[in-house]
């Protein structure tokens, strides 16, 4: 009988996203190391800005999550984020895409 030595397979493992849980009372820069989810809260009735990476790198992206329990929405990209909605959005090299 004979056995082939077949190359392995490499199983990639799943990448976990980070996660920032966070009540915000002021706007919010967002930078390249920032993670990758945005689970917010905005404990005011005013909308607060949320500010993207001045020099974002390919393939950034961000889900903003705006919880139901907010007071306020978030602004970003010309966009509002309201409590309870989500907004997702990757920098493709010359412009953020929302998806």
Same mark, same amino acid.
């Given at each position: 009988?004979?056995?082939?030595?077949?190359?392995?397979?490499? &199983?990639?493992?799943?990448?976990?996203?980070? =996660? %920032?849980?966070?009540?915000?009372?002021?706007?919010?820069? +967002?930078? #390249? $190391?920032?993670?990758?989810?945005?689970?917010?809260?905005?404990?005011?009735?005013?909308?607060?800005?949320?500010?993207?990476?001045?020099?974002? &790198?390919?393939?950034?992206?961000?889900?903003? =999550? %705006?919880?139901?329990?907010?007071?306020?929405?978030?602004? +970003?990209? #010309? $966009?509002?984020?309201?409590?309870?909605?989500?907004?997702?959005?990757?920098?493709?090299?010359?412009?953020?895409?929302?998806?």
């Amino acid at each position: 009988m004979r056995i082939h030595n077949l190359p392995r397979t490499a &199983i990639a493992t799943p990448i976990a996203p980070t =996660i %920032n849980v966070e009540t915000l009372t002021t706007d919010k820069q +967002l930078e #390249n $190391s920032s993670a990758e989810v945005q689970d917010l809260t905005n404990s005011t009735i005013t909308r607060l800005n949320l500010f993207l990476p001045n020099a974002p &790198i390919l393939g950034k992206s961000f889900l903003i =999550i %705006n919880e139901s329990g907010s007071m306020g929405n978030f602004y +970003l990209n #010309n $966009s509002v984020v309201y409590p309870g909605d989500r907004y997702e959005i990757v920098w493709q090299g010359s412009k953020w895409l929302e998806l």
